[in-house]
């Protein structure tokens, strides 16, 4: 495969340059909320996502007849890598999760409701799997949905629902067949978040980023809102997972903080001798930075893969996720060691190395190696559909 890029890549790539430099904002681009970025969770954020679907570039890769381009994914790759290297909000959960599940298995209704306001960035999903007693293993997901009529009443809870308390709708997994084996009998909802059977409480990160838990009571939910077959939710939800360990954690930001540690230590000193003449710190940063083209290449091996098959490839998608996480965990470590104990002190502390990025750094990496199927779940799966290994291994 061509690690270069062609005329047309570097073409919108300079188009997405210029658009980013017309429309800079703070209150919307934000590096140091890591990868909690890419949530519109404010009105100038989603503001900003309107002015990008202005462009037509939140359809790249959607069929023509649901007013997408038939584009090549590699352009929507680059464009979140974009976003994502200044600290805006991503195409993410209306476009790839809920938008391309709809065009493969929704209804036309649910298509022709939702698609276009998608499109036109004037929706925003929550995405409600993880519970008290299922977080990365999905499948033992039990909220109740109870057949009621021409619909359906769900009752039980979700947690870290990151953005439960802006969305417009929810999507969400229940358990429609309690008998069924726990890969099979779930079912994929669309829910209104303003439900008043819906109750969401705040859950605070370590990075101090908000994520909630949602309580259903009683909350009724027509059967035309509910997205494809009856009891095959599950695999939609894993195909939908596989395009969410990609899209949520771009290389943009991992290639941002190595070079925010790169400079700190070209000019930085200790017992004032410069740090960029300690062996050992050298040696880490250039491991740190092999590294780092590693985790980009496996990103554009995972886009390459997609482009060439029918179907999202898993595998890649684990490797890519597992390996740039885990990398950027390596790389918040290694900053804290690097910078000393002035690294502890907090972001935006001004006489502190960095203005204390690195703490944050340190707390928010802790998030990404869980979100999305934590790592060893990660490795899980690699073991078993790359490498071929027994399940109970």
């Known amino acids: 495969m061509d690690f270069e890029f062609s005329e047309k890549e ?16 703070p209150k919307v681009m934000d590096v140091t909320r890591e990868n909690m970025a890419q949530v519109c969770d404010t009105p100038e954020r989603r503001a900003f996502m309107k002015k990008v679907a202005k462009k037509g570039w939140l359809g ?13 994914g590699f352009f929507e790759y680059l464009l979140n890598e974009k976003l994502s290297s200044v600290g805006a909000p991503q195409i993410g959960k209306g476009v790839g999760i ?3 599940t709809l065009i493969n298995v929704g209804s036309e209704k649910l298509k022709r409701e939702f698609l276009p306001q998608i499109l036109d960035a004037k929706i925003e999903f929550a995405v409600g799997y993880s519970e008290p007693s299922a977080g990365s293993d999905a499948a033992a997901m039990r909220l109740k949905a109870e057949r009621k009529g021409d619909g ?8 870290f629902t990151t953005s439960a308390h802006f969305a417009d709708w929810y999507w969400v997994g229940a358990r429609t067949d309690p008998d069924a084996p726990k890969h099979h009998g779930i079912s994929l909802f669309l ?11 705040p859950m605070y990160t370590m990075g101090n980023e908000r994520t909630n838990a949602v309580f259903f009571d009683n909350v009724f939910v027509h ?14 939800i894993a195909e939908a997972l596989d395009i969410e360990r990609f899209s949520m954690f771009t290389f943009a930001p991992i290639r941002g903080r190595m070079e925010v540690l790169a400079d700190y230590v070209k000019t930085a000193k200790r017992d004032g001798k410069p740090l960029k003449d300690d062996a050992v710190v050298r040696h880490k940063l250039a491991e740190l930075a092999t590294e780092c083209e590693v985790a980009r290449v496996l990103g554009v091996k995972f886009v390459d893969a997609a482009i060439n098959s029918n179907k999202t490839p898993t595998v890649e998608a ?15 470590d290694a900053t804290m060691d690097i910078v000393g104990p002035g690294g502890q002190l907090a972001l935006h502390t001004e006489d502190a190395p960095l203005k204390g990025r690195g703490e944050s750094c340190y707390t928010y990496t802790v998030i990404d190696t869980i979100g999305g199927g934590s790592s060893q779940v990660q490795r899980n799966i690699i073991a078993k559909r790359k490498l071929d290994l027994p399940k109970n291994f």
């Open 60 to 72: 790249i890769t959607w069929p023509k007849e649901y007013g997408g381009q038939e584009g090549e």
């Open 318 to 332: 684990s490797q890519y996720k597992l390996y740039a996480t885990e990398l950027s965990r390596r790389l918040a």
């Open 10 to 25: 570097c073409e919108f790539l300079r188009e997405v340059d210029q658009f980013l430099k017309e429309n800079h904002d």
């Open 191 to 201: 829910v209104r978040m303003d439900d008043p059977g819906l109750t969401i409480h």
């Open 152 to 159: 359906w009443l769900l009752n039980g809870q979700k947690v």
């Open 223 to 236: 059967d035309d809102y509910r997205v494809g077959e009856l009891n095959k939710g599950f695999q939609y």
């Open 98 to 100: 809920i938008g391309k």
